[in-house]
């Protein structure tokens, strides 16, 4: 379960302006709910000329500040600092996007996300706009009149640990175990202003560029959009191949690590806000080669994953559990005794790599390896970590041995790979 404790701070604890609503709400399309954009309230109409956009279709998120981020032990180190983020108010979808038939549209890439809303009239969440729908804002906590320790709710459902009663992902306080083994259309999670499934399912793609490095508290952002421009995009809220530290709502994904469940939903705004003052992220390769040192390479997947060594636990080497890998790659074994790869990775920096071999070996009673991403072994690069400048790093040796987890057997604690496209 995610504890939020450690990241209140009084400083955090922004005033809350007041939300004044007018005499009389209009509804003109006559739908029976008043516009949203003039009554600013909960359960009003996202788009008043439009009777087939109601609060079933898209919920509207009121103006104000919420706090962004997390400092929990699970939170990686581009969560931080927790900071107070200034909204205007805007809508988002109720429910992830479906295909045709009524399925969740799971694969989907985010230039056909993005246009894919652009031609609604409206345009991906940007990240904060997301946390926000997931979190709640500041008017919700104890304080209504300002930020308070109870406005950092872990999970869009609150603070409840997850399960497959709360989210469709991969349950991990044991054996890690799937809710259902794909996405589906359902309501297991309904956050503050009433959207579904902000959490599992499927990742979801949000509108900025990704940066480890965009969160700041002064000046303090208002609207952001991210960085102006980069080479990852973020997603956000787990999926259901995903850990339980994946539904915490403060989780970042970027597009170096994106499979098969990946998904969206659309938002409607009126204030485009700024991009925030960062460079745009540079990235480099760490190239190497993996070898099979319990003999050749076999199976369905090779994973080859790379954490920020900030990440890790203690000198273990390994990444503490809940903290999202910064890049992930998968290569396609046949039996080669070594296998060449090179992994994108932002510049100046310190990484663990670590690679886990898929052989579709079922877990045994009692067996060691839970999580079947790792059922053909594991491996550490010599020499971990592995500091990175602004040029490419190359003669890594990777080598993979069945049942070499930490202690003998199991696969780093991380989040596990992605499903395959």
């Given at each position: 379960m995610e504890d939020l404790s450690s990241s209140w701070e009084p400083s955090l604890a922004a005033v809350v302006p007041p939300i004044t609503e007018p005499g009389t709400c209009p509804d003109a399309d006559g739908d029976g709910a008043a516009d949203a954009w003039t009554c600013n309230r909960t359960g009003t109409d996202c788009d008043d000329k439009d009777p087939a956009v109601n609060?079933?279709?898209?919920?509207?998120?009121?103006?104000?500040?919420?706090?962004?981020?997390?400092?929990?032990t699970h939170a990686g180190t581009d969560e931080?600092?927790?900071?107070?983020?200034?909204?205007?108010?805007?809508?988002?979808?109720?429910?992830?996007?479906t295909d045709a038939a009524g399925a969740v549209l799971e694969g989907v890439t985010w230039e056909t996300a993005e246009s894919t809303c652009r031609a609604l009239g409206r345009s991906l969440p940007t990240e904060a706009q997301w946390e926000k729908a997931a979190r709640g804002g500041c008017e919700l906590g104890a304080d209504r009149a300002h930020c308070d320790a109870g406005d950092l709710r872990p999970y869009p459902w609150g603070s409840d640990a997850p399960s497959c009663e709360h989210a469709n992902h991969q349950v991990s306080t044991g054996a890690p175990t799937l809710c259902e083994g794909s996405a589906s259309v359902g309501v297991r999670n309904t956050g503050p202003y009433g959207h579904?499934?902000?959490?599992?399912?499927?990742?979801?793609?949000?509108?900025?560029?990704?940066?480890?490095r965009v969160y700041h508290r002064e000046p303090a952002r208002v609207d952001p959009r991210g960085p102006a421009s980069g080479s990852l995009h973020v997603l956000r809220g787990g999926g259901w191949n995903t850990f339980s530290t994946n539904m915490r709502v403060a989780n970042r994904l970027t597009s170096n690590l994106e499979g098969g469940a990946s998904g969206f939903r659309c938002a409607r705004a009126r204030v485009e806000g700024s991009f925030d003052a960062v460079e745009p992220l540079r990235t480099t390769f760490i190239r190497g080669t993996v070898v099979g040192g319990d003999g050749p390479l076999v199976?369905?997947?090779?994973?080859?994953?790379?954490?920020?060594?900030?990440?890790a636990v203690g000198g273990s080497g390994m990444a503490a559990p809940g903290r999202s890998p910064v890049a992930e790659l998968k290569l396609t074994p046949a039996g080669?005794?070594?296998?060449?790869?090179a992994i994108?990775?932002?510049?100046e920096g310190s990484y663990l790599v670590m690679v886990a071999l898929d052989a579709g070996r079922p877990r045994t009673p009692g067996g060691k390896w839970a999580a079947p991403a790792a059922s053909g072994g594991f491996g550490m690069a010599e020499g971990n970590p592995l500091a990175v400048g602004t040029e490419a790093l190359g003669g890594v040796k990777v080598t993979v041995k069945h049942d070499?987890?930490?202690?003998?057997?199991?696969?780093?604690?991380?989040?596990?790979?992605?499903?395959?496209?």
């Open positions: 609060p079933t279709t898209e919920r509207w998120v009121p103006p104000g500040p919420f706090l962004m981020g997390s400092a929990s931080g600092p927790v900071h107070v983020v200034q909204l205007s108010g805007y809508c988002v979808d109720v429910a992830e996007k579904t499934e902000l959490a599992g399912n499927v990742w979801e793609w949000v509108a900025d560029w990704y940066h480890p199976g369905s997947a090779l994973y080859v994953t790379a954490f920020a060594a900030a990440d080669e005794a070594s296998l060449p790869f994108e990775v932002p510049v070499a987890g930490p202690g003998g057997g199991g696969p780093p604690p991380g989040p596990p790979p992605p499903a395959p496209k």
